[in-house]
């Protein structure tokens, strides 16, 4: 539940208040500033999620969780003392062209986390249209009217807590989406989110899921602006070779591990034989799956116009736009033995 709790947490940045139309999460970033924030409360846990960075394409979130019974009084206060009592901080990338999660960088463990499709829920939500709820069909405060009374009860509203100060009497709109059929416990299921009607705050401050195995209601406690930052740097992942290179019908392959951020590099074939030989980059064909796997097609006449048979190389990869970073193929190779 924890993992599915996070991804939800997250998800929240993408959302914006809009009345009477549909629209994507996508859409409703440019309502979010660099510092906005909000802490959302389930399972005895307070989650603090804040927009780091937005570009047209991505976004950077921080997001930090401690116990319900050891929450702050002030949650700026308490990321300025470093988050004391804290369980989990971790940096959370999002692809919002492809609507998906390009890095996750645990803080407090020092180490990246990979996050499946299906715990990444959120990318799914972020390209699925939110539609408003029929005045008719909103959840009602009190009991229900019988059959043949007109039923005069208020629409239901979340709390609206906004730097620690409960908003009173602010109406909210609600939306709703459906997810798709994928097999997962939300399969087919409606998911409805409240947005405070006046606009205050960009995120929704309650998110309702309801399945037969899982009901759960995802509240806002807190929100804000400007929240300080510890200036925390979200790291990059190099990209990996993974075996040797193999033989094509028109050249060779290599195979690359690579993050969804880094597919632009500059190739080289280094001369171990000749080790004064000026390097210059190899011409390539980049081929990418779904995954972080990452093909790099070199074709025969470039490898014979380049490489001297009987001569040892290592293969040599850099990123452009990190030429301080590198790595090698290791295993050496005799073209054209």
Known sequence: MKKWILCFFSLFTFLSCLSGAEFQL???LEKARSGDFFVAEANKMATLVAL??????TLLLEEITVPEKKKPASWPDWVKAKAPGHTSWSLIEIDLVEGQILECYSLS???WVQLSPKESLFATLMRLPLKPVDPEERRRIGPAPLSDEPDRRKAWNPPLVIDGKKIENEACDAFETTWPEDGTELSGKTITLYFDSGKKHPFPFWIQINTS??????RTIDSGHNLPSQGRVLPRRLPEFVGIAQKTETGLRLTLKSPKYNRQF???AVDIT???KELSPLSFSLISSSSETV????????LDSTLVPGHRYTWLLVPI???DSYIELKKPFTWNE
């Open 26 to 28: 996508k859409e409703r």
């Open 52 to 57: 780091r960075s937005i570009t047209p394409t």
């Open 109 to 111: 463990r020092s180490a």
């Open 213 to 218: 195995h899982l009901a759960a209601a995802l």
């Open 266 to 268: 500059d190739l080289f």
């Open 274 to 276: 000749d080790r004064e």
């Open 295 to 302: 093909y790099l097609d070199i074709d025969e006449e470039t």
């Open 321 to 323: 736009g990190h030429t």
